[in-house]
C-alpha cells in the first residue's frame, strides 16, 4: 500500500454529531438563535465544517470567534473573509455593508465556533447586523453559537443573562 489509510480527515457521524447537526439544522430551516456547548474535543469544529460541505456555497457561514480581540471589527473582518470580500475601506463604511452582503450572498444561518472567546461588543455587533436583516432585508439570520464548556459552566451565560434592555427584545 503506497498510501496511509490516515492521510484524509476521516468524519464519522456519532450519537454527538447527529444531535449537533440537528441544532444547527434547526437554526438555520427556523432561521433561530442557538448556543450550543460541549466539551473540548467532541467534535464541534467537524461537524460545523461537514454541514458546510453538504449546504454548500455559502447558505452557511461559520466563522471563528477572534481570540483576544473584543473589537467588533474583528469579527466583521471574520465574515467579511469568510464571504470572499476584501477588507479595502474603513470599517465605519463596510459594517453597513456587511448585511446587504449576506442577503446578496444568500447566507441563511451564521455559525459562530470557539464563541465562548465573544465579547459583549461582538454579540452586539450580531446582533445589530441579524436585526439590520430582518428590518432592511427581510432577510432573517439564522445563528448558532458554538462554545467549548465543561460541567457546570455555561459560556455566555453572565453576559446573556444581563438586565441590559439588549437583550430583552
Known amino acids: ?6 492521510r484524509k480527515h476521516i468524519f464519522i457521524e456519532n450519537a454527538f454529531e447527529k444531535r449537533f447537526q440537528a441544532m444547527l439544522h434547526a437554526a438555520w430551516h427556523n ?22 460541505k453538504k449546504a454548500g456555497s455559502r447558505t452557511v457561514l461559520a466563522v471563528v ?17 469568510a464571504l470572499g470580500l476584501p477588507l479595502r475601506g474603513h470599517w465605519r463604511t463596510r ?14 444561518c451564521l455559525i459562530v465556533d470557539d464563541a465562548h472567546d465573544l465579547s459583549l461588543e ?12 430582518r428590518l432592511q432585508y427581510d432577510h ?16 455566555l451565560k453572565l453576559t446573556l443573562d444581563q438586565p441590559d434592555p439588549t437583550w430583552l427584545q
Not at 122 to 132: A, G, P, S, W, Y
Open 65 to 81: 470567534a477572534p481570540k483576544n480581540n473584543d473589537d467588533e471589527q474583528a469579527l466583521g473582518d471574520q465574515i467579511f473573509t
Open 1 to 6: 500500500m503506497t498510501h496511509s489509510p490516515f
Open 95 to 108: 459594517k453597513p455593508k456587511l448585511m446587504g452582503y449576506l442577503h446578496q450572498y444568500g447566507t441563511e
Open 31 to 52: 432561521r433561530s438563535w442557538h448556543v450550543i456547548v460541549a466539551d473540548p474535543g467532541a467534535g464541534k469544529t467537524m461537524g460545523i465544517r461537514d454541514m458546510q
Open 122 to 133: 461582538h454579540l452586539m455587533f450580531i446582533k445589530e447586523v441579524t436585526d439590520q436583516g
Open 140 to 155: 432573517p439570520l439564522g445563528l448558532c453559537l458554538v462554545a467549548a464548556g465543561r460541567g457546570n459552566t455555561i459560556p
